[in-house]
């Protein structure tokens, strides 16, 4: 499956010298393929959480449209936009985003569980966070882990239904080294499965793992031949 | 939906603090609901039985009963004693203009002495004319009341062989009345001719000087009286105030216009009261329920994210309240009712107030509405506070959380 955006951009309201808004994101069009990790890389402020976002079907574009698959998706209604995020993108936002209520592996099973339960996801989650080397803190609450623990256990989720695409925004920040050398090989995994996975980033590390690189300056997105 | 529960009961149990809090505001609305309603409808219920107690238009007792208390004390709140009226004067009041139908009723205290039980109030009332006691005494006994019976009030202590003596004599208790909360409950009902053979012992065995000059058998401690239709029960009154120097005579509307405008007095101010602690609590959950919101924009934009549709969040939260209102309500009925009898015979005591408790099934009412009250005004400050997170972007929602 597919994710597309055609001219996407978006404005925010900002109050300023000549105009009351500036552009995050100029008009954009982008392709995630299959099997392929790409990278955006910019400055903070660039405008990339903004792109992926958009892409994510989190924030609606002022123009353009984002299709996954043949469905535009800012034109399905709320229910339908949340099944296919839930079902076909694995997103991993900025920050830590686990669900403090819940235990790591409740947290990660929720992903499966929202539209049904399925009967392996129990074994599958623990199977994931095995893979992201927190096995051992399935039945410890996700405000009791550290960073690094916490942002494993976000992949694990966001990985929980197999989507064909996941989106992963800042997923190194503020790690050592050793943590965002696992989180690239996951990813890199992922990819080399056939899946697409588009990484947002700063980190110069990273981008040795990327099949395809961009670079957003200004809200402008461009190609950056790979070294 | 049973994952919107499930994630629901998670949250609650895994914030413990901000539930507990959140249980005890609800509480503390219900209770307050619940004991508010229930004193005001029990207030509303005594002034009710005092009006069904009352039944006459007119009522009519001889000036000596002025010295025991006035005509509202002796009709309202059953304090009577021995004074009565002649044979003339009972026969004048029945023929003044106006007067449809007459009952008399006899009151006699009996002695706190060896010959009864107990030193209690009386009251001897014809079944024939009767339109005052034997409506109240049908809510409890559907028998006959026959000669040698007697019906007391639900306060008066009845031994095990359902036997109480007065004057040396034992009577057959055929029937406990419903609680008035008047003094009326501590009162002793029978026939008229079983109180004349009572008068009569009382006279022969202490030597009552009241009875001195009374004939018994044609006598009354008062008159209820009904007025035909087009006559003015005031204006009947003031006819036989003049013309009847020896009888005191009271339009009943008059007697309870007092009470029911002090009644409604302060029905009227506890339901402000209690909208007022009603309100005081809506603002504060409202405020409560907004500060969460916000507080919570995270974790309600972590749920959009992995793929909860706006209908999905919004039974999440609502869910999460409504648990808590139930919770909340069951804790706040648990402490007020029991809290409402004593709170009912505080007011009572140190108000004089008549009070009569709503019975069970008004109680069960009362119950629901103060747990259903709060739990809907919860869940629909709830459904607000998620409409307005399900309508923000979440991209922009994560970046307000961070």
């Known amino acids: 499956m597919k994710l597309r955006a055609e ?15 500036f552009t995050a994101v100029e008009k954009t069009d982008f392709e995630l393929e299959q099997g392929c990790l790409t990278e955006i890389t910019g400055h903070s402020g660039s405008g990339k959480t903004t792109f992926s976002n958009m892409l994510c079907g989190l924030l609606t574009p002022d123009s353009g449209r984002v299709f996954l698959g043949d469905q535009s998706l800012y034109e399905l209604d709320d229910r339908k936009r949340s099944y296919l995020r839930n079902r076909y993108i694995g997103i991993i936002p900025q920050g830590q985003t686990g669900l403090h209520g819940l235990t790591v592996l409740e947290n990660v099973m929720l992903q499966a569980e929202m539209y049904g339960s399925t009967p392996d996801a129990r074994e599958k989650a623990v199977s994931l966070l095995e893979a992201a080397g927190i096995g051992e803190l399935c039945e410890v609450y996700s405000n009791e882990l550290s960073g690094g623990e916490l942002r494993r256990m976000v992949i694990a989720r966001a990985m929980m239904n197999d989507p064909p695409i996941l989106i992963a925004d800042e997923p190194t920040g503020d790690l050592d080294s050793e943590t965002t050398a696992l989180i690239l ?16 980033t700063h980190e110069k590390e990273a981008l040795c793992h990327a099949d395809r690189i961009f670079c957003m300056e200004k809200g402008i997105l461009s190609s950056v031949p790979k070294k | 939906m ?3 529960f499930n994630v629901s009961l998670k949250n609650i149990r895994r914030r413990p603090f901000r539930s507990a809090a959140l249980g005890a505001l609800v509480m503390l609305l219900t209770i307050c ?8 409808l029990s207030l ?21 009963a002025s010295a025991h208390g006035s005509v509202d004390d002796i009709f309202l709140q059953g304090i009577t004693g021995n004074y009565y009226m002649s044979e003339k004067d009972i026969k004048k009041a029945a023929d003044t203009d106006g007067v449809q139908s007459i009952s008399r009723q006899f009151y006699l205290t009996s002695a706190k002495a060896g010959c009864c039980s107990a030193r209690v109030q009386i009251i001897g009332f014809e079944p024939e004319t009767d339109f005052s006691v034997l409506p109240w005494i049908k809510e409890s006994y559907s028998g006959e009341i026959r000669n040698g019976d007697i019906v007391v009030g639900s306060e008066i202590s009845v031994p095990s062989d359902r036997q109480i003596k007065f004057y040396g004599k034992k009577y057959n208790v055929a029937a406990i009345l419903g609680k008035t909360g008047t003094g009326l409950d501590n009162a002793v009902f029978t026939g008229y001719d079983t109180i004349k053979e009572m008068a009569r012992s009382a006279a022969d065995i202490i030597s009552r000087k009241e009875f001195s000059g009374v004939n018994i058998d044609n006598t009354a401690s008062a008159l209820l009286i009904r007025v035909k239709d087009g006559y003015d029960p005031q204006t009947v009154a003031d006819d036989i105030n003049i013309h009847i120097t020896k009888v005191q005579a009271k339009a009943s509307k008059s007697m309870i216009s007092g009470l029911s405008d002090g009644l409604s007095g302060i029905s009227g101010i506890i339901a402000v009261l209690v909208g007022a602690v009603w309100v005081f609590c809506f603002i504060i959950m409202l405020m409560v329920f907004a500060l969460l919101s916000n507080e919570r924009k995270k974790e309600f934009a972590v749920f959009r994210i992995i793929g909860a549709s706006g209908k999905m969040l919004t039974a999440v939260m609502a869910g999460e309240t409504a648990v808590l209102c139930l919770a909340g309500s069951a804790a706040g009925l648990l402490v007020s009712v029991p809290l409402c009898f004593p709170l009912s015979d505080m007011i009572h005591s140190s108000l004089s107030l008549p009070l009569l408790m709503p019975d069970g099934a008004v109680l069960a009412a009362l119950c629901a509405g103060a747990a259903v009250i709060p739990l809907i005004t919860g869940v629909l400050i709830s459904l607000a506070s998620a409409v307005r997170i399900t309508k923000a972007e979440t991209g922009l929602l994560l970046r307000e959380g961070a």
């Open chain 1, 7 to 21: 001219g996407i951009s978006r404005n925010f309201f900002r109050k300023g010298k000549n105009t009351n808004f």
């Open chain 1, 185 to 200: 090989e996951l990813f890199r995994k992922y990819a080399d499965s056939g899946n697409a996975v588009l990484m947002v």
């Open chain 2, 2 to 4: 049973k994952f919107a």
């Open chain 2, 33 to 40: 609901l619940f004991l508010g309603a229930e004193v005001i």
């Open chain 2, 44 to 64: 509303q219920g005594g002034l009710d039985a005092y009006r069904s107690r009352l039944g006459a238009d007119v009522i009519v007792t001889p000036s000596s």
